[in-house]
Each structure stands twice: as C-alpha cells, then as structure tokens.
C-alpha cells in the first residue's frame, strides 16, 4: 500500500474531481485555466522542496528551532520593547481556541460576538490603563501606531512638523521616518539633556505654530523616567496635540497619560501576554481622547442591541476606514492584532485589578535592586539620573558588546548594547538652537552646524553602555548570581588590560558548543 | 420615515440640494432622494456660523453606517446657522428632510446663481432621467 | 462593584440563557487569579523606589475575577463566533482555508516563540535560517528577485511597495505622481497610495470585466504615471486577459506595476506575476499561506521586487555568509529604512514556511487547481438563481448580483444574513463596488465535496425563502445569539469602552 506522498489538506479524491469537473464542463483541470494567456502560463515546475508528512515536518521545524537559543531559556535582561515576562496558560488555552483563531475580520456581528466582545474589552482595559477615552482595536506594532498618530495629529491641526523626542525608541521613530516620506507632518528629533531625559527647553524653543504634534516616550528608551506633564504643558502651549509612547506594564506603577493630558497614546504590547517570537507578531496599541474618536485610525467595536433589545457589539464608525472612504480614509489599515488583543485581555484580566500593580512593582523592585547592585561593582557609572521604572542603563568599562558575548556562555543575556543604536542619537533638527557639547552622562546633541559629527561622538559615547531590564521572571538568586557574573568578567578585563584579553577566547560560538 | 414627497415652495440643485428662498438668505438641506439614497444617517460633519460656502463645492459630510457623502452647496455665500440639533440627532435628516432636518442657512452672495435651480417638476423629471 | 449596580449593564439573557456580561461585570471585590512572585528583593519604601509624583493615583480598574472564570468567561464568547474550523466560509477575497493545527504546533517552538529581536544573531540562526529560506521560496513562487518578510499585513505591503517604487523612481530622477487603480481594486488600494503620497487614478472596466484598455491608453497618455496597482485574478474572479499589454503599456510610460497577492490563491504554479510583468508583490500570508486570521489579525504580508527594486528593501535584510551562518544585515545605504519595528511578525512567517514545506511543488499548485474547481462547481450550482455579471470562466472566486431577488424587497445583506442561519458564513457582499447587490464568493480548496454541495443548498434555500417569505429572510439572523444588530445606534452614540457605574454618576453631576 502506498499513502499520500505528503501533507495535503485538500479534501477531493480523484474521483471527486472528475466528477466536479464534468459538474462544470470542463474536460480537464487545465481546461480552468484556459482563460490565462499562454504567455503567462507558468510551463515549469516551481522549484521548492517537494512536500512532507507532518512527522517529516515536525522533525525540520524542530532543528530549526533547536538551532536557535531563545532568550526565554536563558537569563535575560533584553527589553527595549520586548519582554521576556510570563505568559501564563489560560492565554494560551484561549487564544489556541480555533472559533478565535481561524475567524476573520468580524464584519457579520452577528456571528462574531465573540472577538467583538474581547476586542470591545480590550478596548475598554487599554483605556483603563491609559486613562484615555478611546482605544482602537489594536495595530501592529508600536513603530506603525506612532506614524499614524503623527498622521492623525497632522490631519487633526493641518500642520506640517512633529518634534519626535529622542528618547523615542530609535526604530519606532525609523518606522516613523520611513513611512513619513510622503504623507503626514515632517517628523523631527529633540534632543536628551544631562540625565537623558528630553532637554525641555530646547524642545520649547523648537516649538511653533507649525508643529502638529510633539512626541515623547516614558520611560524613555534610556530607561529615564521623563516630565511628561511639563512636555504636555509646553506642547499644547503651542497649540500642537501630545502623543505619549508607553510601555503598557509601566503603566501599573506609572501616572496613566489620562492625567498628564496626553492627547494620543501608543505604544507596544506584546508584554501584555504575548511571547517575545522574534519580535513579531506583538500588537501596537492606540488611544485618544473623545475629540479625537472619529479621526481614529484602525477598527473600533462598539456596544449597541440587536432587534429584540439584547446587548451585542459592532464594529463601528466604519466611515474612518479604507473600505469605505477609500482614498479619503484615516489609514490603509485593514486589520487588527485581534488574536494579540484577546490574548492581553485575558492576560490583563487574569492579573487583575490587583496583581497588575503589583506586578509592575515587583519589576520595579527587582529592577531597582540590580541597578544598585551593579553600581557598586568598580568601574559601573549611573548614566541616568532619577528613578527608572524597571529598565535602565549603565555605563560598563569596557564594550557593552563585550560584556553581553562573555556573559552567554554563562547563561546570562545581559541586556541590549545601546550602540545597536548608534545614529539614532545627536542629530538635531536643523531648526533647534544648539546649546554646545551636553553635560555628562547625556546623549549627545549635535550642533546644527555639524551634525554628523555629533552623530558620530554620540555614537562613540554609547559603546560602554548596556540597557538592561527586569521582569517578574528574574529572581534575586538570578539577579545576584547575575552580578557576580558581571563582577568577574570586569575583574579579568581589568588584568586583561595591556595583556591577552580572556574575553576574546568566549563567544557565542565556544557558548553554543557548551550548551550541545 | 417619512413618503417620497418634492415640495412646491423649494428649489432644487443636481447634487440632490433643496433651497428655501428667504429674502436674502436660503436654508439648504438634501431631498427625499438623497436621504434615502444615503440610509440612515448616523453622522453630520458640518461648517461653523461664519464660513463661506461655494455653488458646486462641498460643504460637509453625512455619514450612514456604511457610506459617506459630500454635501454640495447649491448656492455660494456665508453661512448665519447650522442645525445643531443635527449634531445630536442626525437622523432627523432622514425623518423629515424638509423640516427639522434642515442643514445650513446661508446669506446669498450671488443671486444670479438661482438661475442654475431646478423648481420640483424640473427636479422629479430629473430624477427620473437619472 | 455591587452586583445591583452591574445588573444595569445587562439587558437580557442570551437567547434566555446566560446574561451577556463583559469580564469587568464580572468582577467582584478581593477576588482575583494571579499570583504575584515573592518579593525576594530587600523592601524598602516605595517612594525610594518610584516618588509618588511620578506614580498613578488609582489602580486601572481591571477585572477582579477568579481564573476559572475567566476560563468560562472567554470560552463562552469563543462559542458566539465561528471560524474555518467550525465550517464552511466562503468568504470572497480573504481566502477563509483549513489552518492546518500543525502550523500552530511549529510557531509554538520554544525555539521561536521564545526568541528576544535582540538577542545575539548566532544565538537565533534558525529563525535566520528559516526567514532566509521563506524569503527564496516567495521569490520563486512571485518570479522575482527578491523579498522583505516585514511588512505585517497585505495593506501594509502595499504601502512598503509604494514606498519602494517612490524609491526606484528618485532613482531615476523622476517624480511621477499619479498610481492608476481598477475600480474593481480593495479599497487599501487607493488608502495606501494616498499614504505614499501619489494621486490614485481610477481606471474603469470593460464589458468582461477586465481593466478597460481604451481608457487606460487615454490616462498613461496624460502622463505623470508612477505605476499601476493590479489584483489578478481581479476581485471580480477574472484573470486579467490584457495583462501584458498592460505591462508593456505602463513600463513604456515609465511606470511600476504592483501586484496586489490578495487572489494569489488561484495561481500558485501556474501563473507567476514577476513572469506577468510585475515588479512588485505582495502575499498575504494568512490567505494564500494558511496562516490564521485570528479575528482579524495578525497576519504577514511580504512583498517581492525585481531587481531594480532590491536596493531600496527595508532594513534589516536577511543574509547568508559562505560559511552557512545567517546574520541580519543593517547597512544597506540605498534602503528606504524600517516599515516595522524589528523583523516582522515572525510567529506568522513561521507558519507560513511549515505550509509551503509541507505542500511542496506539487501541493501548491494542487492547492490552485482545487480552489478553481470549487469555484466554479459553485458557480454552476447558483447561476441559474442570480445575475452574473461577466459570463466567463472564474478563477478561485466569483461574483453574482442579487438583484433577482430585489423585487421581492430582499437586498444582498438580507442573502448573507440569512446564510447565517443555514450555517453557512455569508459571502461578501457589496464588493466590488462595480456590481450591483455583490455577493462574491470564495469557496477555497479545503471545502468537500459535501461542504460545498451545503453552500449551494443554502444559498438555493435562501433565494427560495426570499421569494416565499420576503419579511421572514429581511429580519433574519433568528437562530444566532443575536438579532440583527442595530449598527445606526452603535456610530450615532458610540460606546467604545467599558462604562463604569462611578463614572455615570460623575457624567449626571
């Protein structure tokens, strides 16, 4: 006997495709075709690798995996967006579920209350904890969900500039830039001051009646807890909108951008109950205030009753969205994170009103403690001032990069090297006054005059410094044998100095053979 | 709802416009037609007291639930009111498009332009053209 | 809260089960499901921690819920919705096929879910591994150079894809303004040529359906043409028959030709649009690659270029060292930069790579041929029932008009709203735009034999009610767990979040 020679999710027998076919008056399959010039017709076979049974499957996809070492097994301390924090069962068990899974957008409510009620609460947990009045259905990622609130502020003020803080993630202000080419305000950067928080007076003086939107992110990608209220402050001084970037569990601890008048609000949720994949898929989330629903972009539900009076959720104000307004819509956007959604609203609601402050506590503690901690190790300088939430830098004495590849051998991922980010800090919008070199410790303005230059020390500047954060998942034991790891590999580089380095000799590779 | 009706008193534009003539001043609103064209309608973007409005250019928006549509001035000139009563219950366009459904009121800036009006058999002879 | 206050919130039962309430209404003091970790740091004040100036002054009023509820809460809600795995879906353009649950089981490797975007590269090489060899399987199966795996959705590619050709055209020293589009085309199309700040250009249809080649002459001969945004097969389920002469028309002008990959389920293998005359296209996973549509997302939507386009790709590329090691590369200085942040939605791309290893060669085109066949055994179970519109062959969808049914006062949404009852989800409807009372179907290759013979009952049923029973098929749903939903109500007071009892107090005062 012979099965079939690989995985084919058609259900026909051969049979039932002649019998289809004659159903049809067709001779043959080819025969459906004929309607495709023979000029485009496609006379070879693709050239993929010939198909596999699931078990045959399995076994390439698992050394795929197994070829790789995710942070989720190691000690981590990565974040700048993606958090390693725990996602429990019942996210999986629910989002897993195929009513949910294999739906499509719900554009027939009557037969999609279920994704319309999670997204409807979603919406409603995502407002609770902006302190916002309006949340769409979610977006991509945080890097889109910023370049449309820059497009929406600039639609909403008919103005030309967005002043973008350079405390902004560099690649959501990338995203930003790139989709910005021909559309929407011209963004453009503010500079960090001393303790890399965004320098407010420069801010104030790039400010005018041009600008749309000013942008500021908290904590800052620095890890620095920012003055979000005065940035608001001077913001709608000038009659431009604020859009506030957040980290959605700093928002447990963390004055909600509801109280410091921010007038939109994004940000990147994949640590609300989604795994870190790579990067993707996460969600982008977005709010803003009443006045601004209607130029919101992306899905909304609402609540509404059916014909009998029942309670039911729709989706609504659909007039905003491309397939409606076309080329008049507020967005291209034809899609949710719908799955990423449900899967933060069973996640938020199984924290819960409690557990989600006192988790966003316990990061913070934890994050506190190794901050103090690796301070104390000789050579380990502050580099922001003030508290930080449960991410934030150092200055190392010697490459960041370095410290990360000796620490893997040992299980540790200790954080991301700021110089990754290299040019994404120091140029300053040509229109910004300088005020000459910065004081210690801040990223480095450029003058207008030079800005590469700028661009380049500021680069220099980042190379001993180390981002790292803290989730719940990190315990004291990790934290301190973590330290203790970072003590010694600061000792050997301090002997190794003059002398052969111990730290060129372990690298990822000598650590993957370890690990075999 | 209520029936098919083009009254005697107005005028009408192409764009499916009425016109009450007072004095110098005309209050604007759409017809029968376009009300029910439209379904029901959910949301009124309208001008402020003060701007102008052009013959042939639209002024505004209303909205049904799955469509949207421009709201063309039949007349050109400054606009004295707007039925703010819209901005609450928009379906009063669809209720009683002639009455408490009106739209703006506008001082007239050029009468000439009454000449490119339709009375209601011109406007119904239209419609059935159409 | 107390319980008499939440009862306001809730109308009726569900059919007369259940009251419909939402996990907030659920709530109840001092309960709750999650354990906090021990606090194993020394204490110390929190204001040392965080000052209170910087901290909020009240907890976001989350849900205060044991976890068997929430279990019961969100397994409740799943069974008000229906996805391909509950049945038959044939929803036009969004290519509702059988997920296969072996792509879940891949994506949930700890191997992928697990990896942070900025771990250290030779710490990820199978995740490289797999993104680079996708990457040359879409650039086989398009017929072009090369890819991005970035961009998170088709209407996203699209925008990436303009921005590629805004790209190529500065290149070339020129800027052309305006992108001609069928007026058959998504409405994403015309959304996103907007966003990549060009002027859309409608082109009409001819008598078959096809882009109407006269008119087309006329607008290219206007001149400032950027490029054309083409589905092919079209929404209308047609195989555009003019295709190289429209390439040849808008290359001769200058222009780019973007394939829009939402119907790329009707010619796997057996028609290529690199090989058409595009230089750029985009795939949506979640349709043409079987990865899930989750309620509406996520989903991938990688786009394909020819080689005039490849130095303009966002970055980061994914890239083969000769000594088999993958790395990410950043420094690509002609790149119109980053359109997501870090790589993608890679849990997609995972899947989409287990479904095209799994089919192979064979499978993909099976996957065509099936689709077609049970597109048109469909359309030959109803077109004695509905108008159709072009009377040619279709491809993996058709569309039929409903007007037959008008003079019984039974519209296009009444049919869809009616299928619901028989158990089938509806088909599109009102779209494209060009025809009348639009219904347009998409059966996909995963349907039975059976499965499709129970469309065709229900849609033969459902036109036999229209013309018995007009007002019967004109209220329906009358078997789901709602009523028709009063959408008007929804967008003239909307009501978007959560209300809490508090704040209606804080609203009357």
Known sequence: ?516 | ?130 | MPDGEMSTACREGILGREPRLTIFERSRPGRGAAATPALDVPDKPLDEVVPAALRRTRPARLPEVAEVDIVRHFTNLSALNYGVDNGAYPLGSCTMKYNPRVNERAATLEGFRGLHPYQPESLAQGALELLYTLEGWLCEIAGLARATLQPAAGAHGELTGLLLMRAAHEARGRAPRRIVIPDTAHGTNPASVIMAGYDPVAVSSDARGGVDMDRLREIVAEGDIAGLMLTNPSTLGLFEEHILEIAELVHGAGGLLYYDGANSNAVLGISRPGDMGFDIVHFNTHKTFSTPHGGGGPGAGPIVVGEELVPFLPVPTVEKRDDGTYYLDHDRPRSIGKVRTFYGNVGVLVRAYAYIRALGPDGLRRVSERAVLNANYVLAGLRDLFDVPFERRCMHEFVVSATPLREHGVRAMDVAKRLLDHGVHPPTTYFPLIVDEALMVEPTETESRESLDRIVEAFRTVAREAAEDPEMVCAAPHTLPVRRLDEASAARKPVVRQRFPEDEGAAAS
């Open chain 2, 1 to 130: 709802m209520a029936a098919e009706s083009y009254p005697q008193d107005l005028k009408y534009y192409k764009e499916h416009d009425w016109v009450r003539l007072e004095g110098d001043e005309a209050v604007f609103g759409i017809t029968w037609f376009a009300q029910d064209a439209l379904g029901e309608i959910v949301y009124a973007d309208l001008p402020d007291v003060g701007d102008t409005v052009t013959a042939g250019a639209p002024y505004g928006e209303l909205e049904s639930v799955k469509a949207v549509s421009d709201v063309f001035a039949p007349l050109s000139g400054e606009i004295t009111d707007v039925n703010a009563v819209l901005e609450d219950e928009p379906q009063l366009v669809n209720e009683d498009c002639y009455g408490e459904g009106w739209i703006l009121r506008v001082r007239l800036s050029d009468q000439a332009e009454l000449e490119s009006l339709m009375d209601a058999e011109a406007y119904q002879k239209f419609l059935a053209e159409a």
């Open chain 1, 1 to 516: 006997m012979t099965g079939r020679p690989a995985l084919d999710y058609t259900p026909h027998s051969e049979t039932d495709v002649r019998e289809l076919l004659e159903a049809v008056g067709a001779g043959s399959v080819e025969e459906l075709f004929a309607e495709i010039p023979a000029a485009v017709r496609f006379a070879d076979e693709l050239h993929l690798p010939a198909g596999l049974s699931e078990a045959e499957l399995m076994a390439e996809l698992t050394r795929l995996a197994a070829a790789d070492c995710p942070a989720s097994g190691l000690v981590s301390f990565l974040g700048a967006g993606v958090y390693d924090h725990y996602v429990p069962a019942i996210v999986d068990a629910i989002v897993s579920r195929g009513e949910y899974l294999t739906a499509y957008t719900p554009y027939q409510p009557e037969r999609s209350q279920g994704v319309l009620q999670s997204i409807f609460e979603y919406q409603s947990a995502i407002c609770e904890l902006t302190g916002m009045e309006v949340s769409n259905a979610s977006m991509y990622d945080a890097g889109t969900a910023l370049a449309e609130a820059s497009f929406l502020a600039g639609g909403q003020t008919r103005r030309a500039r967005v002043i973008v803080s350079e405390g902004v993630h560099p690649e959501y202000r990338q995203v930003l830039a790139t989709e910005s080419a021909g559309y929407g305000p011209r963004p453009e950067t503010a500079p960090l001051a001393a303790g890399a928080a965004t320098d407010l007076a420069l801010l104030q003086g790039a400010l005018g009646d041009d600008v749309a939107a000013v942008v500021l992110q908290q904590p800052n990608v620095f890890g620095a807890l920012e003055d979000m209220a005065a940035a608001a402050r001077l913001a709608h001084e000038a009659g431009a909108l604020f859009v506030a970037v957040v980290d959605p569990v700093s928002l447990g601890l963390l004055a909600p951008p509801g109280e410091y008048r921010a007038d939109i609000v994004v940000g990147e949720g994949q640590a609300l109950g989604n795994p870190m994949s790579y990067g993707g898929p996460g969600l982008g989330f977005m709010a803003v205030t009443a006045r601004l629903m209607r130029r919101l972009p992306g899905r909304l539900v609402g609540e509404t009753v059916d014909a009998e009076g029942r309670r039911g959720f729709v989706l609504t104000l659909q007039t905003r969205e491309q397939h409606i307004r076309r080329e008049k819509a507020t967005s291209n956007i034809c899609s949710n994170h719908a799955l990423n959604a449900l899967a933060a609203v069973v996640y938020l609601s199984w924290l819960g009103k409690e557990g989600f402050p006192a988790l966003a506590e316990l990061c913070a503690r934890r994050a506190a403690y190794l901050r103090e901690r690796l301070l104390e190790l000789p050579g380990v300088e502050a580099y922001t001032a003030g508290p930080v939430f449960r991410e934030f830098v150092v200055r190392l004495p010697l490459p960041a990069t370095r410290l990360v590849d000796a620490l893997v051998p040992r299980g540790f991922l200790a954080g991301v090297p700021m110089s990754r980010f290299a040019g994404a800090f120091g140029a300053v919008a040509a229109e910004t006054p300088s005020t000459g070199a910065p004081s210690t410790g801040a990223a480095t303005s450029a003058t207008a005059a030079d800005p590469a230059a700028g661009g380049n020390a500021a680069a220099a500047a980042l190379d001993d410094v180390l981002l790292l954060a803290v989730t719940e998942k990190r315990t004291r034991e990790q934290i301190d044998a973590f330290v203790a790891a970072v003590a010694e590999v600061l000792a050997g580089h301090g002997e190794a100095r003059g002398g052969s380095s111990v730290l060129s000799e372990s690298g990822p590779a000598a650590e993957e053979a370890d690990r075999a």
